[in-house]
């Protein structure tokens, strides 16, 4: 029997089809392997953490006698080997038990599923802010190069990316909604507002700006500055004068020669922006009293509650996780040429 | 050294960079000198708004300090961070980087898959996890910065090595027997080492951005004073004393935008081939 691919039914479809679940589950496999990983990164900082791992879990709790760590140690097997322990662990996570969380009484896994929501659309927005406020100016700049136009965006490029985010927060919070007044400064949806349907997503929309273009600032400046650099490398290339000397309209050159290929790169950075972002979101929804898994762990912090920031920590781990994998996808999909060098 | 000058000098951006930078590190340096009391005793009324006394030139914050003092001995602690935790972290990378890239098959493989994870794994929760687990003093404040930002330097590194493996001046080295590691340090790396200077200086300011998030949330150095401790300290009086959140704030910016300017001016003079191609 040849192989698959030598056999005359096997056709060019096919084989592209085979390409790209080879390629996914590739992907799929890594994916897990980082998981695991995590998983085994957060066990051991758990027991890296100085003390007792049941004082540490205990946190600051007020009910740590004796009787209660003992308690704790047998119900978290740490009196079992090490070995075991960490497989206890995994079983754990993997059924989504992230412990407990003694400062509010309620388990980890089920605190993070309530902030859930809010961080999700949070940081989508802020996402989709970003990439198209940047690519559009970007793609402004790099065609009016050498203007006003590219001088004003490229230093507002140059100012976001060194702007700390957390500064930026307080600040906008300050001029629109201290002082201007245009926009809610904090919270997720007004307070005793009691909206329904419409009103209420209006009103969690309006909440929603300030956050999202501060969460969105930075990667907004790394996307400018990445589209900007990209069209004009691109612009100089043989098949755009190709596309040139055929007597194609610029815009048309630009549009689906140039755009179409600068666009990859931003694809790649949208991967690396998942990490960051869930950073950001940490300082943002500190900022914002935004409702999210962020200021969850920042409350955590303040009460040294480990469990809910190991918690967090591995979920928004999970989330960049489950991020890049689309991205990676997403890549293949629209750059064949990817999925045949990997 | 003068063509590098040269070069670099053209770079507008980056002269103002270097001479922001300056400024900062004189600061820096004139901080004990400048300020001999301490950046957390009380000199006068809380809340003295700025350009209002004499000798008080930027006023004092809620507790009554000197915030003059306090961007003066912030300076250092943000230069010092960025600084060391940049060194810590192209010592993590460097080797990694350049091994993964010599020896390539295996323990390539594996070395990259370890970058990776890093690279994955969200970095500035990472470091919130490593300094609320440890104890926030600024050694750890400065590990767990190195810990969250080698991982570009390993893959750049690597990068670099792969371009220069092959090359003959290699072969001749290898055939002269030099050892392995003889070659990697004083064959490869002097080669390798425009981009990673230009990654360094970026790095530097992405340490510092990162110094003053951590110590904004409370999880730096107690006992330092830092500009993103004092921006966290004003926050909950930022309707009535605005500036006391706003100029650390100009201060983090200006340093973080200088040293970004830096970069790429060093990344105009270093590399002068890729100038000549974006012309």
């Known amino acids: 029997m040849p192989p698959l691919w030598a056999q005359r039914s096997y056709t060019t479809l096919q084989l592209r089809e085979h390409i790209l679940l080879a390629y996914i589950a590739e992907r799929l496999v890594k994916a897990a392997f980082i998981l695991i990983a995590i998983l085994v990164l957060n066990f051991m900082l758990i027991h890296a953490a100085p003390g007792d791992p049941a004082a540490v879990m205990a946190g600051e709790a007020g009910a740590a006698d004796e009787k209660f760590l003992q308690d704790l140690r047998i119900r978290f097997g740490l009196d079992q080997p090490f070995t075991v322990q960490l497989w206890t662990y995994m079983k754990g996570a993997i059924q989504l038990d992230l412990g407990y969380s003694y400062r509010q009484q309620m388990p980890v896994a089920e605190l993070i599923w309530e902030r859930l929501p809010a961080t999700l659309l949070l940081t989508m927005t802020a996402f989709v802010i970003s990439v198209i406020l940047g690519v559009v100016a970007g793609v402004l700049a790099a065609q009016k190069q050498g203007t006003w136009w590219d001088t004003v965006i490229s230093t507002f490029a140059l100012l976001f990316y060194a702007t700390p985010l957390f500064w930026f927060a307080l600040m906008a919070s300050l001029l629109f909604s201290v002082v201007l007044g245009w926009l809610p400064g904090f919270g997720y949806e007004t307070i005793g507002g009691n909206y329904t349907g419409l009103r209420r997503a209006l009103d969690i929309g309006t909440h929603l700006i300030l956050p999202a273009m501060t969460l969105g600032l930075f990667f907004t400046a790394v996307y400018m500055r990445m589209t900007r650099a990209t069209m004009l490398e691109i612009s100089r290339l043989d098949f755009v004068k190709t596309a040139r000397a055929k007597g194609l309209r610029n815009s048309v050159i630009q549009r689906r020669h140039v755009l179409r290929n600068a666009l990859l790169p931003v694809i790649t950075l949208a991967g690396l922006q998942a990490g960051q972002i869930v950073g950001g979101a940490v300082l943002t929804e500190t900022v914002f009293a935004w409702p999210g898994i962020g200021r969850l762990m920042f409350e955590a912090i303040n009460q040294r509650d480990y469990n809910v920031i190991l918690g967090v920590f591995f979920v928004s781990a999970a989330m960049v996780l489950l991020f890049n994998l689309i991205t990676d996808l997403l890549y293949g999909v629209v750059d064949p040429r990817i999925r045949i060098t990997k | ?279």
């Open chain 2, 1 to 279: 050294m003068s063509d590098f000058w040269f070069r670099y000098c053209k770079n507008r951006g980056a002269v103002i960079g270097l001479i922001i930078l300056v400024f900062v590190i004189a600061c820096a340096i004139a901080a004990p000198f400048a300020f001999p009391r301490s950046p957390w005793s009380m000199v006068q009324r809380p809340f003295l708004p700025p350009f209002e006394m004499e000798g008080l030139l930027l006023g004092t914050d809620a507790l009554g300090r000197n915030v003059l003092s306090g961007l003066f001995h912030g300076a250092r602690v943000s230069l010092l961070v960025g600084l060391v935790s940049t060194i810590v972290a192209l010592t993590i990378g460097i080797p990694i980087g350049a091994c993964a890239g010599y020896y390539g098959n295996l323990v390539d493989d594996f070395l990259m898959r370890f970058t990776e994870f890093f690279q994955t794994i969200p970095s500035f929760a990472l470091a919130i996890v490593l300094l609320a687990i440890f104890q926030p003093t600024l050694g750890y404040v400065i590990l767990s910065i190195a810990i969250v930002s080698w991982p570009p330097v390993a893959r750049l590194v690597r990068a670099e090595v792969l371009s220069l493996r092959n090359r003959e001046f290699i072969e001749a080295a290898t055939l002269s027997g030099q050892s392995n590691l003889r070659i990697i340090w004083h064959q490869i790396l002097p080669n390798a080492l425009p981009p990673i200077i230009v990654l360094a200086s970026l790095m530097v300011a992405t340490a510092i951005l990162l110094e003053s998030s951590l110590s904004f949330l409370g999880l730096s150095d107690p006992n330092v004073m830092s500009w993103g401790y004092m921006i966290g300290a004003a926050r909950t009086v930022l309707r009535t004393a605005w500036w006391l959140s706003f100029i650390p704030g100009i201060a983090i910016m200006l340093t973080v935008l200088a040293l970004n300017l830096i970069g790429e001016g060093l990344n105009d003079a270093l590399n002068p081939r890729l100038r000549s191609l974006e012309k």
